[in-house]
């Protein structure tokens, strides 16, 4: 649409250039020596009507309705209509120029006031039978300047068609009261000043109609502007009162928020402090307990240390995380290169000498060359085996595998629980989000998501390859070299040494 804008812009520009070069070419010198007094008031009644022209809106660039029309053409009536429209051509860049339009709308303007005085005068001196400006060529004359406003008015509207943002300003009701008005003001204004070169007194009566239909359209479109000023001014209050009223919710959970967390982090610091401290206290008083049973209680005061101590680096990691302070998320300096397969073994390793004993298993069988911190990759499938081996059946195993999907190294950890509903694979990386209430602050799988994007990679939530269990993967990039390596070897036969050994269907 833009495009064919500017193409029509164009041609019109173009063509009311030439337009005005002919007409300029035949002004009679003659004629207009003849006709100075009268055409020289004209001339600068021309010069200054653009200036009292009827803005359509509250941009000084933007489109206005002149009321030159009468004058210009009654100046092509003493003067010769090449005259009339250099002045009128004048005028109009004096007035563009002022208002600081850019150059494609001053020759668009002009185009589309020396067409339409063009087409009008050649009506006029066809239905006239040359240039008769008498009483006797009044039909002529007055067809001639409803032609003149026509056409500079119908070459508007084909802008207006194409320029989206001049439509929102000038309603197609708007447009034809306007060309309504200006036709009999332009009418009214020609008649006036051929009628009282014959009839002086006829000048002052009817001066009072034209007069009408410039306040009239002044009017209209101050109230037009009014209106439009109002809605603007509604639109901006509602606007406001939305982002109040969102801000108001926003605090309104945030409060929430912070009572949700105060009570949960409550919850769950209080259970492991109280273990702590009613094994302590026993262990104080030294009362009743055997070798056995004080090691029972140490080992019970050890575990719920630990897991008080793992709460509370998870809250100073999400806190440290949403300040931009965290430095886990800059650990590039220490990144080395290993195999993932080996750090994969490790984990499994640590988490069978803790809660989940033998219930690890570890299926890969491809090296799995990457650059990367191998503590924080080994806290994320730490992180993950312990949710594994809480959620899922105790007699169920957890496995451990590790594979190649392209260019990317993909360290999977899979169970035979209940699974992650689709619709909460990405909500449950979000902070202090929880599919089960009571189990946990909801930070592991938000610290594990940083630690690995940290790492260049990035963990996600995956289909399960066991059917019904949560599945998943720590997918970190590989060596370049190892990705060439993989690129150039030839795929693997499934039953030889090497290969990954896939899921059991």
Not at 237 to 248: D, G, K, N
């Amino acid at each position: 649409m833009v495009g064919r804008l500017r193409a029509y812009i164009a041609v019109v520009s173009a063509i009311g250039f030439v337009v005005l070069a002919l007409l300029a070419a035949s002004i009679d010198l003659d004629r207009v020596r003849d006709s100075l007094p009268e055409g020289a008031m004209l001339a600068l009644v021309v010069l200054v009507a653009p200036f009292l022209s009827i803005p359509l809106s509250r941009d000084g660039r933007g489109p206005s309705v002149h009321v030159d029309t009468p004058f210009v053409f009654a100046l092509a009536l003493a003067a010769g209509t090449g005259v009339a429209a250099v002045v009128m051509a004048a005028s109009g860049v004096l007035y563009d120029l002022a208002h600081r339009k850019p150059f494609h709308k001053v020759a668009f303007n002009n185009g589309t006031h020396t067409i339409g005085l063009a087409a009008g005068a050649l009506v006029w001196t066809t239905l006239a039978g040359g240039q008769v400006t008498g009483s006797e060529a009044l039909p002529a004359i007055l067809t001639g300047t409803a032609v003149f406003v026509a056409v500079k008015f119908g070459l508007f509207a084909g802008a207006l068609t194409l320029d989206a943002s001049v439509r929102s300003v000038v309603s197609p009701p708007r447009f034809l009261r306007h060309l309504l008005l200006i036709v009999v003001m332009a009418q009214v204004g020609v008649l006036v000043l051929v009628l009282a070169a014959e009839r002086p007194a006829l000048l002052l009566l009817a001066l009072g109609p034209m007069l009408a239909a410039y306040l009239l359209l002044r009017s209209e479109s101050r109230a037009v502007l009014a209106r439009h000023d109002a809605e603007a001014t509604a639109r901006r209050e509602a606007a406001l009162r939305a982002q109040e009223q969102e801000v108001a919710g926003k605090l309104k959970e945030t409060d929430q928020m912070k009572d949700d967390l105060l009570a949960m982090v409550s919850h769950e610091l209080r259970t492991p402090l109280t273990t702590v401290v009613g094994a302590l206290r026993l262990l104080s008083a030294g009362q009743g307990l055997n070798p056995a049973e004080r090691q029972e209680m140490l080992e019970m005061a050890d575990r719920q240390a630990r897991r008080l101590r793992v709460l509370i680096e998870q809250l100073l990691l999400a806190a440290q995380s949403d300040n931009g302070r965290a430095s886990f998320l800059s650990a590039a300096a220490e990144q080395v290169e290993v195999d993932a397969a080996e750090l994969l073994a490790e984990a499994a390793t640590e988490a069978q000498a803790g809660a989940c004993g033998d219930r690890v298993r570890v299926r890969c069988d491809v090296a799995l060359p990457v650059r990367l911190t191998p503590d924080l990759v080994l806290q994320i499938i730490g992180n993950l085996v312990d949710n594994a081996c809480k959620y899922a059946p105790d007699d169920t195993p957890v496995w451990l595998s590790g594979e190649r999907d392209g260019a990317v190294a993909v360290l999977a950890v899979e169970d035979e629980g209940g699974g992650v509903p689709a619709a909460e694979r990405e909500r449950i990386f979000e902070r202090f989000t929880r599919l089960e209430p009571g189990r946990g602050l909801g930070l592991g799988l938000y610290i594990a998501r940083q630690l690995a994007r940290a790492q260049g990679g990035d963990l996600v939530a995956a289909d399960a390859r066991i059917a019904g269990g949560a599945r998943f993967e720590l997918r970190l990039p590989l060596r370049e070299r190892a990705v060439s390596a993989s690129v150039g070897a030839s795929t693997p036969d499934p039953k030889t040494k090497g290969h990954a050994w896939p899921f059991p269907r």
